[in-house]
């Protein structure tokens, strides 16, 4: 008589499976979350303001150099006389954001009032097509101490 040993069933550990999968999602989470807040692609300082307004994760930045040499918009460095595309681009995309200008407090003012002109043009483009443009523009700004 011969006596038959049971053979065990090999088992695959998954918990080192969900540790990755886990670490994985964390960190797709927080990438998505710092992709939303990208500082300017260059050093502005803004000016002062008496109040400053909480703004929300939806919106289209344009950043302006001290020398106004550089423009970027959404933290993408663009030469001056491609920027508008790239703001009629976002505005197709969606409309209702807060499309935000922050220009050095040190930016020779006409290089601002070519950027408001600029989007003035675009605006009305987009008006003659019967297109939504962005209704909410305002100024970055730093909070005074």
């Given at each position: ?69 550089n423009i970027a918009v959404q ?6 006389g491609n920027y508008i595309y ?29 950027v408001l002109d600029d989007l ?26």
């Amino acid at each position: 008589m011969s006596i038959r040993k049971e053979r065990q069933m090999a088992r695959i550990n998954i918990t080192p499976l969900c540790d990755v999968a886990f670490t994985v999602l964390i960190t797709l989470m927080i990438a998505t979350a710092v992709i939303h807040l990208k500082p300017p692609p260059f050093q502005v300082f803004l000016p002062l303001a008496k109040t400053v307004e909480p703004r929300g994760a939806e919106m289209v930045t344009i950043d302006i150099d001290e020398e106004g040499r550089n423009i970027a918009v959404q933290g993408h460095i663009v030469s001056w006389g491609n920027y508008i595309y790239y703001v009629k681009e976002e505005a197709e995309r969606d409309p209702t954001r807060l499309l935000l200008i922050r220009a050095d407090k040190d930016v020779p003012h006409g290089i601002v009032l070519r950027v408001l002109d600029d989007l003035k043009k675009l605006s009305s483009e987009f008006a003659q097509e019967e297109k939504e443009f962005f209704y909410k523009v305002a100024f970055g700004t730093r909070k005074k101490e």
